[in-house]
């Protein structure tokens, strides 16, 4: 048996050998047509959510920070030299909303921010700085004096939210107002 697969085997090699130079067929089918140079993705898809507005159920203040506070909010607080006047519209940012008020001669700010759970659970006091617990303020509340005042930190049913203001009478007092807001 070893000799006839042996000669088995060279009469393979010798007819594959006579087969010359010629083109191997193509099968397969032809390739695709090679992307535009110029760009990374032949077809960009736009997968974000149409821009309609509206505010997933139960978002902190209805998906817009800037109806935390009205002016009658602002207007009814002593923010440390009296009471303040809203100057212009309430600027939104990705996170909050600063409320500029004139109190006097003086310029000062209101910032309502969202908040996490960990921002509620530490709220990142500089150190020897105590955390204050709050009472009658939301379902929870701690306060954190800040170099541009004073910090309440709220949650609510809904999720949680900071009142930055001049000093911790009016922070406590705008969160407080701020709270029936908060929860849909």
Not at 24 to 42: A, H, Q, R
Not at 68 to 73: I, V
Request: proline share 9%.
């Amino acid at each position: 048996m070893g000799v006839s697969c042996l000669v088995a085997g060279l009469m393979v090699l010798s007819a594959c050998g006579d087969a010359g130079p010629e083109s191997i067929p193509v099968t397969v089918g032809s390739l695709p047509e090679p992307p535009d140079p110029g760009t990374l993705l032949p077809v960009v898809v736009d997968t974000a959510p149409p821009d309609d507005g509206t505010a997933p159920p139960g978002a902190l203040f209805g998906g817009n920070l800037c109806t935390a506070l009205t002016d009658a909010d602002l207007a009814a607080v002593n923010l440390g030299g009296g009471r303040g006047e809203l100057v212009g519209d309430p600027a939104a940012t990705f996170d909050g909303c600063d409320y500029t008020l004139e109190v006097g001669s003086a310029t000062v700010h209101v910032v309502v921010t969202a908040r996490s759970q960990a921002d509620f659970a530490n709220p990142s006091a500089a150190d020897g700085v105590p955390i204050d617990e709050l009472n009658g303020i939301g379902d929870a509340a701690r306060g954190v004096e800040r170099e541009s005042g004073y910090e309440v930190y709220v949650k609510v049913s809904n999720g949680w939210f900071s009142v930055l203001a001049p000093t911790e009478a009016s922070a406590r007092a705008l969160a407080l107002r701020a709270v029936p807001r908060a929860t849909p």
